[in-house]
């Protein structure tokens, strides 16, 4: 087992968290906070839009069923890299479309990815590449919110679903609840 991790931010944390909690090799997902200037910011505060932070998850994962680059592609598919500052409803910088490398082969890869991705949207993509920085769990009621809480939130059963059923369908193979 050659375990990994990766960090992305793309929009609503609850959403991408659902999204890899459904991909084979995946070990954990956490979501959390990164990017920003305040130590140890609150959802409330991330949420105000003035700490710079982005919601996101950091993912560890088995790099022998699932290559960083699979999962970028997976992240870059699920959710929309072309919308700046938002995804959906949610508007703000910290829903931004972001990727944070923990090493230059990383970025190296991040850059490929989206490279590959382009082609399969409208609209240039804005997904960024950003330094590693700090990483700030969030809150444990935001952890694992799909499997409990979101089940029964709204707007959780209006984006989820659709999210989930774009990576069953174009990533079948890496995908936990494919139908065979």
């Known amino acids: 087992m050659a375990i990994e991790t990766a960090t992305l931010a793309g929009g ?25 200037h305040t130590d140890n910011p609150t959802y409330k505060q991330v949420c105000g839009g003035d700490t710079g932070h982005a919601e996101a998850i950091r993912i560890r994962f088995d790099a022998d069923q699932i290559s960083y680059g699979e999962m970028l592609d997976v992240f870059l598919a699920t959710h929309d890299p072309t919308q700046l500052n938002r995804q959906g409803n949610d508007v703000g910088t910290q829903y931004r479309s972001a990727i944070f490398p923990h090493s230059p082969e990383q970025e190296a890869e991040a850059k490929a990815a989206i490279a590959r991705a382009q082609p399969d949207w409208p609209s240039p993509i804005v997904t960024t590449i950003e330094p590693m920085a700090t990483w700030w769990p ?7 919110y799909w499997d409990g809480e979101g089940q029964r ?28």
């Open 153 to 180: 939130n709204p707007y959780c059963l209006a984006v989820i679903p659709p999210k989930i059923k774009k990576l069953r369908k174009s990533f079948a193979n890496k995908a936990k609840g494919a139908v065979a």
């Open 12 to 36: 609503c944390f609850w959403c991408t968290e659902a999204v890899f909690n459904d991909v084979i090799g995946v070990e954990k997902v956490e979501s959390g906070y990164i990017g920003g």
């Open 138 to 144: 969030a809150e444990d009621y935001h952890q694992q």
